[in-house]
Antibody, heavy 124, light 108 residues
Framework: QLQLQESGPGLVKPSETLSLTCTVS??????????WGWIRQPPGKGLEWIGNIYYSGSTYYNPSLKSRVTISVGTSKNQFSLKLSSVTAADTAVYFC????????????????WGQGTLVTVSS | SYVLTQPPSASVAPGKTASLTCGGYNIGSKTVHWYQQKPGQAPVLVIY???DRPSGIPERFSGSNSGNTATLTISGVDAGDEADYYCQVWDSNTDHVVFGGGTKLTVL
């Protein structure tokens, strides 16, 4: 059964870099059938897509975050990672990782399943 | 950038039908996916490719998409359907995923 699990620090200081890892079990991320994505949700607010990565390393990022985001595939474990630099309080959110199927035109389709999410608070 | 507009809230009596809308310019030309999110939980896919239901999602959930509006319909609503619902598309003009702002469905 496919499962995703986010991990990383729950507290990050302003101006520092947020780093999270998503561990995937049940399917290899070195799989041409899927994208792997990060989505976040500030407390009490809606979902915001951060970006996707393909097993080859190709990435797609939300333009509003692109200058601060790096998504990468783990080299040895079945993991992919998120780095968000120069964080502020506005980056406080629950961060989800999820699998995305690939549509017939090679774009990102629906997301599912999702990890349970991890709350990251930006505060000094 | 592409914008998806969802009413912030909707309410429906038990046993009735809820129609949740997602508006966007010419959204009928795009593929829409819908998610249900209950408090403290991760979103769950309930409709994909406009009208398809994942396994395990009741037939009470259905979708449609035409013109400038996509709709998620939940028939025979019960208390367990109370949740936030989000629509999502891929914007091919900018190559990125877009989510609607979400609709909070209250079962009266």
């Amino acid at each position: 059964q496919l499962q995703l699990q986010e991990s990383g620090p729950g507290l990050v200081k302003p101006s520092e870099t947020l780093s999270l890892t998503c561990t995937v079990s049940g399917v290899s991320i070195n799989n041409s059938l899927y994208y792997w994505g990060w989505i976040r949700q500030p407390p009490g607010k809606g979902l915001e897509w951060i970006g996707n990565i393909y097993y080859s390393g190709s990435t797609y990022y939300n333009p509003s975050l692109k200058s601060r985001v790096t998504i990468s595939v783990g080299t040895s474990k079945n993991q992919f990672s998120l780095k968000l630099s120069s964080v502020t309080a506005a980056d406080t959110a629950v961060y989800f990782c999820a699998r995305s199927n690939i549509a017939s035109d090679d774009t990102s389709a629906e997301f599912g399943p999702w990890g349970q999410g991890t709350l990251v608070t930006v505060s000094s | 950038s592409y914008v998806l507009t969802q009413p912030p809230s909707a309410s429906v009596a038990p046993g009735k039908t809820a129609s949740l809308t997602c508006g966007g310019y010419n959204i009928g030309s795009k593929t829409v996916h819908w998610y249900q999110q209950k408090p403290g939980q991760a979103p769950v896919l309930v409709i994909y490719y406009d009208t398809d239901r994942p396994s395990g999602i009741p037939e009470r959930f259905s979708g449609s998409n035409s013109g400038n509006t996509a709709t998620l319909t939940i028939s025979g609503v019960d208390a367990g359907d109370e949740a936030d619902y989000y629509c999502q598309v891929w914007d091919s003009n900018t190559d990125h995923v877009v989510f609607g702002g979400g609709t909070k469905l209250t079962v009266l």
